[in-house]
């Protein structure tokens, strides 16, 4: 066998080798694509529990545990829709993220609209108008300034 035959043999190896890789790649991409996707679409009400929560909080009972009006793993307000907003705000992202903002109705409905279209949030259903009264309650527009009006202070001048 020559050289040239030798080159070729190897070449077709190369090649089949190649085409085996690409093969595996698309197949291991495929099934995670699928299991991404699985994961991002909830498909019961029951939250996501972290172990880190359980770890901090002792157990699974106390992740829901409301003190002083707060609930406890999140920083939400205690009303109704709470566990609507738990299980559908944060199995993306951080409480830290709703109650930094305020937000009149319509400005939450906006921002849900946008998380559909842009960051595959998945169809609210009857759950949307809940969520949004409760948004549109607890985390409103702040009207308050930085203090009240000082009232009835008996002031002194200085003298120089």
């Known amino acids: 066998m020559g050289v040239e035959e ?6 077709k190896g190369i090649h089949s080798l190649l085409a085996i890789l690409l093969i595996g790649f698309i197949s291991v991409l495929t099934i995670l694509f699928f299991t991404v996707k699985d994961l991002a679409s909830p498909t019961t009400n029951t939250p996501v529990i972290s172990p880190d929560y359980v770890e901090v909080l002792g ?3 106390d992740l829901d545990k409301i003190e002083n009006g707060i609930h406890v793993r999140t920083g939400f307000v205690e009303g109704e829709g709470l566990m609507l907003v738990v299980q559908n705000c944060t199995s993306c992202h951080s409480a830290k993220l709703v109650t ?4 009149s109705k ?3 409905l906006a921002t849900i609209r946008w998380m559909q279209e842009t960051q595959n949030l998945w169809d609210l259903g009857v759950n949307e108008e809940p969520i949004l009264k409760y948004l549109s309650t607890y985390y409103a527009p702040n009207q308050i300034g930085r203090r009240a009006n000082l009232e009835n202070v008996e002031w002194y001048h200085l003298n120089e």
Request: glycine letters at 0%; aromatic letters at 12%; charged letters at 45%.
């Open 100 to 103: 930094q903002n305020r937000m």
């Open 106 to 108: 319509e400005k939450w």
């Open 59 to 61: 157990n699974e009972e």
């Open 6 to 11: 030798k080159f070729k043999q190897s070449v």
